[in-house]
């Protein structure tokens, strides 16, 4: 686990919800995994998110097209529509796919609903 990776787990579990990390997930059979699964989903400006990657880069065209064929498209087929962190910020046209389920972000959000646990 990367610090990026952890600092993004930790923030989570601090904050609002539990999880299943990148490992956690691998033992259950799942290969291509997002760093973090939510229990409960949360909203993102008005999208739901299940699941939360972390890229300690910066999100350009070529590697945010790369990631989208071979990562982010998996894990909304397999878990919905999710968030990408990208650290290091990202040219903003590619925040582009939220309609589809991919959201993108250079942070933690601050404008996060959450729903309690039943």
Known sequence: MTKIQFKAQNYVNLHFLAE???NQLRTKGYDKTPDIILEVPIA???HIVHW???KASFGDEHSHHTYLNEQ???YCNRFGPGLVIYW???????DCQRGRGILLRDGFPSDI????RV
């Open 20 to 22: 299943d990390n990148e």
């Open 52 to 54: 939360i990657e972390s």
């Open 44 to 46: 993102v400006d008005g």
């Open 72 to 74: 982010f498209w998996s």
């Open 113 to 116: 609903v959450t729903l309690s």
């Open 88 to 94: 290091y910020g990202f040219v903003s046209e590619l």
